[in-house]
Nanobody, 114 residues
Framework: QVQLVESGGGLVQPGGSLRLSCAASGFTFSSYAMTWYRQAPGKERELVAVISTSGGSTNYADSVKGRFTISRDNAKNMVYLQMSKLKPEDTAVYYC???????WGQGTQVTVSS
């Protein structure tokens, strides 16, 4: 049974940091690129970051470039999203996703507010 379980969301003040985690199981995690998406209220789901199978290649949406870092640990079947210098417009539900197999997690809420 495939599972992607996100954690680490919460309420943070503008300028703060959060680290999201995604635990994968039920498939050969190390064989697939992984992504983080987000969806803000009333907006379409947006691709935030992509990481290659080895972690050696990453890409980011322009809106988060320089502030967010995606990483993975294939030994632990984990993918992470380190978010810093958070802005109110980063408020969204964040999803972990395996694009090749179209596996999605349930999402974790991130709220940036003072």
């Amino acid at each position: 049974q495939v599972q992607l379980v996100e954690s680490g969301g919460g309420l943070v003040q503008p300028g703060g940091s959060l680290r999201l985690s995604c635990a994968a199981s039920g498939f050969t995690f190390s064989s697939y690129a992984m992504t983080w998406y987000r969806q803000a209220p009333g907006k379409e789901r947006e691709l935030v970051a992509v990481i290659s199978t080895s972690g050696g290649s990453t890409n980011y949406a322009d809106s988060v470039k320089g502030r967010f870092t995606i990483s993975r640990d294939n030994a632990k079947n984990m993918v992470y999203l380190q978010m810093s210098k958070l802005k109110p417009e980063d408020t969204a539900v964040y999803y972990c996703m395996c694009p090749a197999r179209y596996y999605w997690g349930q999402g974790t809420q991130v709220t940036v507010s003072s």
